[in-house]
Each structure stands twice: as structure tokens, then as C-alpha cells.
């Protein structure tokens, strides 16, 4: 029982950021950014950037989607949401029901994905994400993503 109760506590620290490691050149998202290539985005779109950028310092908590923590798909569900576009729970259901967008077509409001991890592309090399326990919501570089998503609008 002692096992089990360390073993939950590891995976809620982890969170959505236990993603293996990838070693790729540096960011295409943040180059093209800093050349001023960022493809437009839509309107509804846009908002689903402004309200995850709204979440930016709160918690992280694991099967968390919102208003007061979040964990990464979580935030990705409820952002979309509130436009009224459903997405999926869960990161691997994002990448397997969403229409995938070849990373050098993303543009801000996208998804991007990591294995076992999302995010929403903020533009301009940015990604808004739902790290982990210790960061919680966050803005940061948006480094190497696997692969990237686009949902119905």
C-alpha cells in the first residue's frame, strides 16, 4: 500500500512533462518566428490562445480541467471549449481523433503534441502549457514538438 501511495505521488509530480527526451535541431516553431513567417491564425482560434494565456501561474493538477488547476490536456479541453469546439481528454485521443497539421503549417491556437503531453501553440514561438507540479500553467519556447493538431472550427 506504501508503494502504491509513492508511486501516485511520482506521477502526479511528473505530470504531463514525463515525456521522453528528443533530440532534434533547435526549434523550427521559434526560427520561423524570429524570421517573421507566423501563418495567420482565425478569430476563434485566437481566443482559445487569449483564455489559455489567462491561465498562465495557476496550478497544475493531475486529471485537472480547471478553473483552479489544470493538468496539460485539461487545458487544451477547457481552452477550445470555451469557444465550443470539443477535443478530446486526453493527449493520446487528441493525436488519434484531431486533424493532424504538418508543424510547419502550425499556427497559434493549434496543439502541439509530445508523447504523453499538449499544449496550445500561443504564436510567435510560444507555447501555453499545463507543465508539471512544480511550474504549473506556463508560457514558454515552444521546443521541438512530435507532432501538431488542429481541431474543427
Known sequence: MRLLAVAACLS????????????????????????GHEPPTTPRAWSVVVFASAQVGRRYCWGGTGPN???????????????GVRVPRTADSIASELNEVRLEEVRAGDVLWWPGHVGIYAGNGWVVEALDARHGVVRRAAANPYRAFRPEI
Open 12 to 35: 502526479a509530480l511528473a505530470g504531463c512533462a514525463s515525456a521522453p527526451p528528443r533530440s532534434l535541431p533547435p526549434s523550427a516553431l521559434v526560427a520561423r518566428a524570429w524570421s
Open 69 to 83: 488547476c489544470f493538468d496539460c490536456s485539461g487545458l487544451v479541453q477547457r481552452a477550445w471549449g470555451a469557444v
